[in-house]
């Protein structure tokens, strides 16, 4: 069957965007089709075939499409991208969702405790062929939390999403496991939460004034002996703030070294980012992500079944108060400077030892 060929030039507002996209959006094709086209080579850009649906135009690029009318054209399926500790869930040219596991730094720190997961993202990347990729942070999650984090591509996408956080809203939902029987089955907790100057860990303050303001609400999911499972929304997005909140109405986060006890149960805090939804930076779009349990969760809630206790193991109870999760929590919180701490670098004025010479005449 002979082939139809349709052609589109990028204009000045296609630059940047992907081939697959520029297929999309003036040839009418879906995302899959687009794939499909690409991966059978019957694109093509400035007369060289596409390999790659990600691959970049410019403007005044000229792709060509050249299909067989009425024939489906699909891509192979592919294993998800990720890596060692990391899985994608949604990639656009806009974000980046990613599922990370417990003991992976979202972003880079002081302390030389390895690859964050912004750094093995653009690893990835470059990997890929983007020779300059960017990333900009938008949120994060705690070094020993597991779950959702989401990352922008682009500086009008970041721009979006942080004032989306900001505005409060963007649907967080994690899941935690705290110790003793949290009462009622929901609820909202209210605290100030400030940071102590030399550790830098976060506690909560009587006064207002000295704090900044915190909220979450919870729902009890399931009871067990000695501990109880909640669905955690967050209303603010402060660091270690359920963590923190939780262990302030004396229900600690099972497996909590810094702001409770270990356990025997889990070796890191019991707390997962189990569900993402915000609003597509372009568009309209709600975008909705989920996180399945990760199997140490899973263990958990196993042996919590069983009547398991929550109380640290012997070889630890000693070294209760003296140890923390981190070997030092200053170097491993990287606190951006406030606005007074802020200075613009000029050049100096030039000063004189003396008096000003009179002018003569």
Not at 192 to 212: C, F, M, Q, T, Y
Not at 262 to 291: M, N, T
Request: net charge positive; glycine share 8%; charged share 30%.
């Amino acid at each position: 069957m002979a082939q139809t060929v349709r052609k589109v030039e990028a204009g000045a507002n296609d630059a940047g965007r992907t081939v697959q996209r520029l297929m999309h959006e003036h040839l009418g094709v879906s995302n899959a089709e687009a794939k499909g086209l690409i991966a059978s080579g019957c694109v093509a850009r400035n007369r060289r075939t596409v390999t790659k649906p990600d691959e970049r135009v410019y403007e005044g690029d000229r792709v060509e499409v050249a299909a067989e009318p009425g024939r489906k054209y699909s891509a192979a399926a592919q294993a998800p991208r990720g890596g060692p500790g990391w899985r994608v869930v949604h990639e656009d040219d806009d974000l980046i969702v990613v599922d990370k596991d417990p003991g992976l730094l979202t972003v880079p720190t002081a302390a030389p405790v390895g690859d964050s997961l912004e750094e093995l993202l653009l690893a990835s990347y470059k990997k890929r062929g983007h020779k300059k990729p960017t990333l900009h942070v938008v949120h994060r999650i705690d070094r020993f939390t597991s779950g959702l984090v989401v990352f922008a591509r682009t500086h009008p996408a970041a721009m979006e999403l942080r004032r989306q956080f900001k505005e409060r809203t963007p649907e967080r939902i994690y899941l935690a496991v705290a110790e003793g029987k949290v009462e009622p089955d929901r609820g909202r907790l209210t605290h100030s939460l400030g940071e102590n100057p030399k550790s830098l860990k976060i506690h909560v303050v009587a006064k207002e004034s000295d704090g900044r303001p915190a909220s979450l609400r919870y729902l009890v999911l399931e009871r067990f002996p000695h501990a109880t499972l909640l669905e955690v929304a967050l209303e603010t997005g402060r660091r270690n703030q359920i963590r923190v909140q939780l262990a302030a109405e004396r229900h600690p986060l099972v497996g909590d070294f810094s702001y409770g006890q270990p356990s025997s149960l889990i070796p890191r805090v019991a707390l997962h980012a189990h569900r993402l939804e915000f609003d597509a930076p372009r568009g309209r779009k709600r975008l909705q992500f989920e996180s399945p349990v990760p199997e140490d969760f899973a263990r958990l809630l196993k042996k919590l079944k069983g009547g398991a206790s929550v109380a640290p193991p012997p070889e630890e109870v000693a070294l209760l108060g003296k140890k923390d999760e981190h070997a030092s929590v200053r170097k491993q919180v990287v606190r951006a400077p406030k606005r007074g701490e802020l200075r613009v670098a000029r050049k100096p004025e030039q000063r004189h030892t003396g008096k000003m010479p009179r002018k003569r005449g």
